[in-house]
């Protein structure tokens, strides 16, 4: 007789608990390198407040040194808390290109559901199965 251990498929529980478990690990894993990161990106937050002013202190915009080049830049950020106003300069000015080149994928599901003829040229669709593991309640 063969004494060789039959392969065996895992359980679906068995399954499940395993899954879990990684899940959780993964989870435990992020939540310490998370709070590691935090630490040196505050560290890093101090430096850049004191190479800022460094800058501002001798009116450069940028410094040479031994380690690498310090370079002080104006970063500028828009939003709008008016987008029909917004919605209606894009509109009138066909300026499209001041949008980002993204779908809502919610409201594009919505929009195709309930306009099935009016499925855009290029529209890409992919549908793929997933899989979601729920605790068990206690």
């Known amino acids: 007789m063969d004494d060789t251990v ?14 879990i478990k990684m899940r959780d690990k993964r989870d435990t894993m992020r939540h310490e390198w998370e709070d590691k990161d935090k630490a040196i990106e505050s560290q ?20 040479a040194t031994n380690h690498g080049t310090i370079i002080r830049s104006v970063k500028s950020r ?8 917004m919605y209606h300069l894009i509109k009138e000015n066909d300026a499209f290109a001041l949008l980002e080149k993204r779908i809502h994928q919610t409201h ?4 195709i559901q309930e306009n099935p003829d009016l499925i855009p040229a290029g529209l890409n669709v992919e549908n793929e199965f997933t899989v979601v593991v ?5």
């Open 78 to 85: 828009y939003w709008t808390n008016d987008w029909d106003s």
């Open 108 to 111: 594009m599901k919505e929009f």
């Open 44 to 63: 890093m937050k101090l430096i850049e407040q004191e190479m800022l002013e460094l800058c501002k202190s001798i009116n450069a915009n940028s410094i």
């Open 134 to 138: 729920r605790r068990p309640k206690e």
């Open 6 to 19: 039959q392969d065996e498929k895992p359980s679906v529980d068995r399954l499940a608990q395993v899954y």
